[in-house]
Each structure stands twice: as C-alpha cells, then as structure tokens.
C-alpha cells in the first residue's frame, strides 16, 4: 500500500512539473507561505475594517448633521482620502514619516517604522474616508417619517439617533459596505509592496524562488476569489437576516 501511494505521488509529481501548464505540487509543497499570507491578509483587512468603521460612525453623523466646522473639516479628510491611491498613502506613511525628526524621538517610532503598522494605519484612514461616505449617504437617505415618528414618541436627539436613525442607516448601507470589504480586501495588496508577506506577497516570494512566472500569481488569485466568495456570501446572510422584516409575508 506503501508503495502504491509513493508511485502515485510520484506520478502525479512528475506531472504536475512536466506536463501541467502550472505547478499545482509546488504550490501545495508551500501552502505554509500562503497561510501566513492569508492571516497577514485577513489580520490587516479586518482589523483597518472595524477601526475604521468605528471611526466612521462619528464622522458620518456629523457629516449628514451639517455640523459646524467639524463637517468641512471632516469633507477635506474625506476628499484627500478618496483622491489619491491607497498606495500612494501608504508610501507617504511608511517612508514619508520616518523623515521627521520628531517622528522619529516620539513614542510612536517603535510603530510607525514597522511595515505591519504602517499599513495598518493607512488602511483604516483609507476605509474610515470611504465608509464615512457610504454611511452620510445612508443616514440622509432615511424616510423623514421615522424620525418625526421618533419624535413623536418623545425621544431626544441622541435617543433618535442611537435607537432609530443608526439602526436604518446600517441596514441601508449593508450592500453597499459589503462593496467596500471587497475593494478593501483587493486593496490590500498595496501591503505586499512595504515587505509584508502577505497572499500576493507570498505569491511574488514563490515565483521568485523558483523563477516562475505565474504559479504564485495564480494560487494568490484563487485564494482571493476564495475570500470574496465568503465575504458576499456572509453578506447576502446578514442582509437576509436584517431586511427580514421587508420580505413579503404569507396571509
């Protein structure tokens, strides 16, 4: 039996490196690379994610309250965020501060001169920008009868806003946050190219290694699709979970 199964690994070894157009053997033989790119990968994503949609919420009422001061100066962040690359922002981070001696005799160097944090910290303003959007957008959209009809029941500005208006404008901005996990997973990518390993990173390792072209280009590809395959899934979960209310009911 032994045997059997070595002359079987064998066989499809030799196959996978002489006739299969991509090295699939190779690629399993290093699955411990792209695990830690995977949880590099999700580690960041998902960390910048809650963050930065903590940071959100805040930014995005006072954003749709129109409130003084805080609004333009939330709109410039806003602006200057959305505007420019996600990469560009995480050079600027990673290589720019460094340069300021300040920077480098505070107490924040031990961070700020890790790759790790310095693209965690760009990641979270980057999606904090987006989401701060996508939320303003939700919260002026809500039908102006739920919040007279909070009125009237005698709630105070924050009651409404903690009780009624927050509640709606999440279920309102479900699918198009599940938009912005996407791109925020798509655009993690940008880690790889400050030293991270994480799963193009790990990737652009192999083929290095090995001198390949594409064998590491294209397991990264299919863990990704893997990922947002899971992501809209669980999303479509939670939105039928949410706006159960809104599905018709049988008489």
Excluded at 188 to 197: F, H, K, Q
Aim: net charge positive.
């Amino acid at each position: 039996m032994a045997e059997h199964s070595g002359g079987f690994l064998k066989s499809l070894e030799d196959f996978s490196t002489n006739v299969s157009p991509i090295d699939f053997v190779l690629i399993a033989q290093h699955y411990d690379l792209f695990l830690q790119g995977v949880v590099n990968t999700i580690a960041l994503v998902v960390l910048s994610l809650v963050i930065g949609g903590v940071l959100s919420v805040p930014l995005a009422v006072a954003r749709a309250y129109r409130t003084p001061v805080a609004n333009q100066i939330i709109w410039a962040y806003v602006y200057v965020f959305r505007g420019t690359p996600l990469l560009v922002q995480t050079y600027l981070i990673y290589y720019g501060l460094g340069q300021f001696e300040i920077i480098r005799d505070s107490a924040l160097w031990p961070f700020l001169r890790e790759a790790w944090w310095c693209a965690l910290i760009a990641f979270v303003l980057n999606t904090a920008a987006y989401t701060t959007e996508i939320f303003r957008g939700a919260i002026e959209a809500i039908p102006w009868g739920e919040i007279e009809a909070a009125k009237a029941c005698g709630m105070s500005p924050w009651t409404r806003v903690r009780r009624v208006i927050l509640p709606s404008a999440f279920r309102r901005a479900l699918p198009m946050y599940s938009n912005e996990v996407i791109f925020m997973l798509h655009g993690s990518v940008v880690a790889s190219t400050v030293t991270i390993v994480d799963i193009l990173g790990a990737g652009r390792t192999l083929n290095a290694k090995y001198y390949l072209a594409y064998e590491g280009f294209i397991a990264a590809a299919v863990i990704y699709m893997i990922l947002v395959f899971l992501i809209s899934r669980g999303f479509k979960t939670w939105e039928k979970r949410w706006h159960a209310h809104l599905r018709p009911r049988e008489i």
